[in-house]
């Protein structure tokens, strides 16, 4: 999300001694944690109690498989569906009662390469589909904040 942290001239700061990067100004609080994708809910206890939010303010932007390549999604709530990372994510909070904001990347062939399909640098026949696939997640994020989530979903399905 860092295309909606420049939109917004904001810049990102590390708390001390936390796992987290974030920045946040007004309504909006953006926050990128350093730990890994598997972990990254282990900051959300100490990220909530600083942005004084609840689970329902919660905006999580995360990568989905069973969406092609760079495809926007925005989902209400919902379970991991085997992410980790949201797994991690519903664990610490004890909800699934969050948006997500999905960005396809697309399923490989070869299921034994999901690993490596994951944290593999995209091929240069899909950047541009990834570059606006972030153009319109950024977009969606901002929109979030001045609209509710059905206003936005279908802003989003006009838009693809």
Not at 14 to 25: E, N
Not at 55 to 61: A, E, Q, S
Not at 73 to 102: P, Q
Request: glycine share 6%.
């Amino acid at each position: 999300m860092r295309r909606l942290v420049l939109r917004r001239e904001l810049s990102l700061r590390k708390p001390f001694l936390r796992s987290y990067l974030w920045t946040g100004r007004d309504e909006c609080v953006v926050a990128l944690p350093l730990t890994y994708m598997n972990r990254s809910g282990s900051v959300m206890p100490s990220l909530m109690r600083a942005a004084r939010a609840g689970t329902g303010d919660l905006v999580v932007v995360c990568d989905n498989m069973d969406l092609p390549p760079g495809t926007v999604r925005l989902k209400r709530r919902g379970t991991s569906r085997s992410h980790n990372g949201l797994a991690s994510v519903m664990d610490a909070l004890g909800s699934g009662e969050f948006i997500r904001i999905y960005i396809g990347i697309g399923r490989p062939a070869d299921a034994s390469r999901v690993v490596e399909h994951v944290l593999s640098i995209p091929p240069d026949s899909e950047r541009a589909l990834y570059e606006t696939a972030f153009e319109v997640a950024a977009d969606a994020a901002s929109a979030l904040l001045d609209h509710d989530l059905d206003t936005v979903m279908n802003m989003l399905t006009e838009r693809q």
